[in-house]
C-alpha cells in the first residue's frame, strides 16, 4: 500500500497447537528422538487473517506445520502492518515476531538496530531462482540479501476504457482533452514521478547517501511550472481523502492513478469498462517525458533474536514461495511477484498483474530506503499543498523549487 500508510498497532494474539495426534505421531516416525517444540510468533496486516479472506496466514502456517513434521509447531500469531512492523521490531526486537512482513523502504530502520536476519546459502539460491533481479534489489544491502519478496509495491494508472482509447492513456496531455484526471498530488509518493521524468535524482542510483537529491536546477523549476499549469487545467483533479472513488462513481472523473488495493473498488464502479495500465507520458517543453513512480517490494523477515531460527528461516520461505502467493492473490488479492507464477497465464491474464509489474520493471524506479530518504517527503508534500493553494505561482516557481531541494538535503524539516 502508500508507503506511508497509518500503522496497524500490534494487537491481540491467538495461538494454535499442532499437537494433534496424527502430527504428533508423524513426527515421532519421521524424527529420530522425537518431534521438536517449537513456538513461532508470527504478525501480519489484519487483512491477511481475516476471515473473509480465507485466514490465508493461518491456512498457510497450518501447511507448513504438516510439511514439517519434525516439528510441534505452536504459532502465535499478531496483527502489524509492514509499514509500521519495522519500527515495532527496531525498538525492542527481542520481544518482537519472529517472522513478520515489512514494506522495503523501513529495511535500513531494521538494520540500524540489527534486528533483520540474512538469507543465504540454499534459502538465497532458492529465492533468488524465483524472483527478478529487479526485486531482489530492493531488499539486497551491501551484498546481503535481508528478506523473502512477496510482492511488489508501487502505483499505476486505471482509466474508463468508453473515455479514454488505449492509445489516448499514453499520454497525459491528450487524456486531459477528453476526460477527467485525479492524481494525488499533495502526496509525496505520487508527485515525485513528474521531477524523476524529467531527469531529477535521489543518492545518484537511490544508494548513495552522500550524493544527495537533486529536485534542484532548471530542470526541476520547468517541471514545477508545468505541475502550476496542470492544477489549473479544468479537467485535472486532485484526488484527496478518497476523491478520486467518489469522482469515478458519479462520473466526473475518469480515471485515477493508485494501486492493487484499490482495484475492486474501481472494478465495482467500472465494471467492463475498467482499463488499467502503466504510467503515461506527459509533455514538458514540447517534448514527451516519462511518469515514473517509486516502486519496491514487501517481504517476509526474520528476527535474528529467534530461538528457533531454523523453523523461521524455512516459514519465511515458504510464505514467500510459489504456492503461497498463488494463495495469497486467490484469497487476499495479493499480486505476487515470484516468476513462476507470473508466466501462468491464469495470473498474468489479470490487468491488474500486468499494469503493476510493468510499471515495476519499466517505468518506475526503485524508492531509496537510505536513511536520508525520510528528509524527502515533507518538503515535495509542501510544494504540492503550496502550488494547490496558490501560493507557489510562476513568479516564484524557481524560488521555491530550489527551497523544496534545499530541504530535501537538509536533516532539519
Known sequence: ???????????????????????????????????ENVRLMVWSPQNDQSKDNGEWLQTMCNNFAE???????TFVYGVADEASAAGQVAQDPEASADVFMFANDTLTTMTDANALAKFGGKYREEIEATNTQEVLDSLIMDGDLYGVPFTTNTWFMYYDKSVFSEEDVKNLDTMLEK??????????????????????????????????VDFGGQNAVD?????????????????????????????????????????NSIKEIL??????????????????????AYAGSKAIGVNPNSKNMEAAIALAVYLGS???????????????????????????????????????????????????????WTPVENLGKGIRNGSITHDNAQEQTEGMNEAMNSDGI
Open 179 to 212: 476526460g477527467g484526471v485525479s492524481f494525488p498530488f499533495v502526496n509525496s509518493w505520487y508527485l515525485p514521478a513528474f521531477y524523476i521524468g524529467n531527469g531529477c535524482t535521489l543518492f545518484g542510483d537511490g544508494t548513495d547517501e552522500s550524493a544527495g
Open 67 to 73: 510439511e514439517h513434521p519434525e516439528w510441534n509447531i
Open 271 to 292: 465494471g467492463d469498462n475498467m482499463g488499467v495500465t502503466s504510467l503515461p507520458t506527459f509533455t514538458l517543453n514540447g517534448e514527451e517525458h516519462q511518469m515514473k
Open 223 to 263: 517541471v514545477t511550472n508545468y505541475l502550476i499549469d496542470l492544477e489549473q487545467n479544468e479537467n485535472f483533479k486532485i484526488d484527496d481523502l478518497g476523491s478520486g472513488i467518489a469522482g469515478l462513481r458519479d462520473g466526473s472523473i475518469n480515471a485515477m492513478f493508485t494501486g492493487s488495493w484499490d482495484a
Open 322 to 376: 510459489a504456492e503461497s502467493q498463488r494463495a495469497h492473490y486467490e484469497m487476499c488479492g495479493t499480486i505476487p511477484c515470484n516468476t513462476e507464477l507470473l508466466a501462468d497465464e491464469s495470473i498474468s491474464s489479470d490487468p491488474v498483474v500486468t499494469a503493476q509489474n510493468d510499471t515495476f520493471n519499466n517505468t518506475s524506479i526503485l524508492q531509496p530506503f537510505v536513511s536520508k530518504m525520510n528528509n524527502c
Open 1 to 35: 500500500m502508500k508507503k506511508r500508510a497509518v500503522a496497524v498497532l500490534l494487537a491481540g494474539v491467538m495461538t494454535f497447537g499442532l499437537a494433534a495426534a496424527g502430527l504428533t505421531g508423524c513426527g515421532n516416525d519421521s524424527a529420530e528422538g522425537g518431534t
